[in-house]
């Protein structure tokens, strides 16, 4: 059977709607359409709804609170077994103070014992909670003060006693208030020096190596990730960086000593030519000074023969010696050519291996060692924070066609074009990297799946407006993705192989479009 082509699909979409008596609604329009091309209809999650639903449920007791957390949390993951369980839970919290009309038909009646042992009870919770909150604030805040340590230990006591009294409890709070503010300001110089000093070191480390352009690379790289606001996402980042440095340094360091080591060999070797040179032609002008003194003394031919004879053996002996000083003259040179070859040839390689060990050297985005990299960080960060991460996989849509049409060149062209605009739509947070052709992944932490569906679609409606130009002609480019929100069990790559099928039904749904896998 031959497959439908979209516009057939639409076409017979808008028949069946008409023989049907439906009422054209966008969700009617896409039931016929994903029943006609075979595309299994799957109702989306309703978070919006219930977020209202959720805001508007009374909190009057502690249960309440925590259940209300749940159900945040439950709509967040797009979870129908965490809102069922969450909602289940809330009503199993009563109200601790009665209704507003026993109230007033009661007012001069006694409480009642059980609703004072309740009140106790949330007073005691409220105070372990704020304990716990101070105790989960304290290593932010050091131990370098002893004072605002015992201070602490002091407050923590106090909020954990059976029978704490409200008014002193109150009275302890305004007074270490007080003190925190002292404590956070100092904490707050403390970091912003520390991070002048970083980029102290930084900059000085690039003032001083004018000459490698890698290094210098890097520091700007190190400058920017080590700039406010600061997260432990972007230390992790700067920790590797700056590993990278100490590493490519190392290795710069010890290729330039082997290289001044065989320069000083080369000119030892050369000075002691030069003066086994000068001794040689030293010898040579006395033996000539002295064949000189015999030649005048000789009285016939025979004095003089043996004196010619021993002048030509020591000019040859001197020419030999002349011509051998020469050819490891000419070697040494030519050695110490290749040696500043060789260190000009490192030079590239570390501007090369800076550059491309970890981007694409079309788009700049991250290649797919770097997408490993990050995609683990993330990974990890989510399982040490009990956050969020979802991952968006992008395919350009109709790119063979792109590309046999109007060249490679403008292909390339188009996954610039891509790369810049999402870039520009993306959080500091998040991470673009280049999957492979023309597709590409978005990292996208703390975003549950709708959020980054909902930053899919965004991104597809600013390529709407951006074209570029191929010659005189503007070009649109649009893609079709799919988005995964990763899970406590899977691998970092699953959650990619989810998304890229979710991306291959958006393209069978008709391209343009983002699902969620």
Known sequence: MVEKRSFEIARETLKQLTARKLVPTPANYQSVYNEIAGIPSIQPFPADFLRDLAQSLPLKTPGQQKQ?????????????????????????????????????????????????????????????????????????????????????????????????????????????????????????????????????????????????????????????????????????????????????????????????????????????????????????????????????????????????????????????????SREQLGAMQERAKQTEAELAKLHKELDRVSLQARHDALTGALNRKGLDEALNREVSTVRRNASVLSVALLDIDNFKKLNDTLGHATGDIALAHLATVAKECMRPQDTLARYGGEEFVILLPDTPLDKGIEAMTRLQRELTKRFFLSGTEKVLITFSAGVAQVTDEEQPGDAIRRADQAMYLAKRAGKNRVLGA
């Open 68 to 324: 209300k957390g749940l159900l945040d949390y439950a709509i967040d993951r797009l979870s129908w077994d965490g809102v069922k369980s969450a909602l289940v839970g809330y009503g199993a919290f009563a109200p601790v103070v009665a209704p507003e009309e026993s109230v007033v038909s009661h007012a001069a009646a006694p409480v009642p014992e059980a609703s004072v042992v309740q009140a106790s009870a949330l007073t005691n919770e409220f105070f372990a909670q704020i304990a716990r909150l101070i105790e989960y604030a304290q290593p932010a805040l050091g131990n370098d003060d002893a004072r605002f340590v015992d201070q602490t230990h002091q407050l923590v006591q106090a909020l954990r006693k059976p029978d704490a009294d409200a008014l002193t409890v109150k009275t302890m709070l305004v007074n270490y208030s007080h003190r925190l503010s002292f404590a956070a300001e100092d904490q707050a110089e403390i970091r912003n020096g520390l991070l002048k000093l970083l980029h102290l070191v930084f900059t000085n480390i690039s003032e001083l190596s004018l000459d490698e352009q890698w290094l210098k690379g890097q520091m700007d790289a190190l400058m920017s990730v080590s700039t406010p606001p600061l997260s432990l996402r972007r230390l992790d980042e700067l920790e590797r960086l700056l590993s990278d440095v100490i590493f490519k340094q190392k290795d710069a360091k010890y290729k330039a000593l082997e290289a001044q080591d065989e320069m000083r060999r080369m000119l030892a070797m050369f000075i002691e030519r030069l003066a086994q040179m000068n001794q040689s032609t030293g010898t040579f002008q006395s033996k000539l000074e002295e064949s000189a003194r015999l030649i005048e003394q000789a009285k016939s031919l025979a004095d003089i023969a043996p004196v010619l004879k021993e002048v030509v053996g020591t000019t040859r002996n001197m020419a030999q010696e002349s011509q051998l």
